[in-house]
């Protein structure tokens, strides 16, 4: 059998139009069911010797309905009906059967890789048993039911995927530690630890443009002469005299050489200090 639908009405019988000959795929009944294929009929079906069971398997018309004869197998060679016969759309063995292959048919799944696995329910002796399928948690993956309660459109049943991933469910070669080296490691499919940024930080040095730093909320230390720049500095040889602003600073042997040649131009060689006592 295969799983499908097929068609029925309640309490319908009418009689063949025209006799179906042995061998015949074409039935003619004197009324219409009310329903179009695929349905089941029985035709003389209080006749146990004539009994046959047919399938209505395509087409609208009644008058001319292609049929699959002797679906039960009953008869070796197809009996011919005469036209009057009794023909009757009745439940027979074969709707259950086609609702049993429906239910045992099942539904797919299909993961990532294209892998598919049927799950369908499992028979013994009659009984049904259902299956189960479960989702796997792990590498930072927890899966829970959040919502069990109606299951309807409005209020539909609820399986979280929370993602909550630490350093150990990253996989190998995509994290990058701080013994492995942020340097070593200059490309956009890893990801550093926040001991590896540290150290990548502290061991770097960077230059600083167009940018103010605030005297107030930084300590600068460690100034030589030598990281003045140049132009700001005066030396002993530039001279105080010839750079009279605010903008430059005067080293100390500028600062004496300026001060000892202003007092010698005053006619002052050396100073000496007179204390008269009267």
Sequence with gaps: MVARETNLVNAFETTLAAQLASGGSSMNLAADPGVDSPAYFVIDPDNDSNREVVLWSSGTDHTAATITRDIDSKHGTDPTHAAGTKVRLAVVKQHFDETHDAIQQGFVLEDGD?????????????????????????????????????????????????????????????????????????????????????????????????????????????????????????????GISSNDNDTTLPTSAAVKDFVDTTIAAQGFASIGLIIALS
């Design 114 to 238: 294209g892998t598919e696995v049927t799950i369908n329910p499992a028979v013994a002796s009659g009984v049904y048993t259902a299956r189960e399928v479960k989702f796997v948690e792990g590498g930072g993956i927890d899966i829970d039911w959040t919502d069990t309660d109606n299951g309807t459109d409005g209020d539909p049943y609820d399986l979280t995927f929370t993602v909550s991933v630490t350093a150990s469910d990253i996989a190998a070669g995509t994290l990058v530690t701080q013994s492995e080296t942020i340097t070593s490691n200059d490309n956009d499919t890893t990801l550093p630890t926040s001991a590896a940024v540290k150290n990548y930080a502290d061991a770097e040095t960077a230059t600083l443009t167009n940018k103010t730093i605030d005297a107030d909320n930084n300590t600068v230390s460690n100034l030589e002469v030598d990281n003045i720049k140049a132009g700001t500095l005066v030396t002993e040889s530039e």
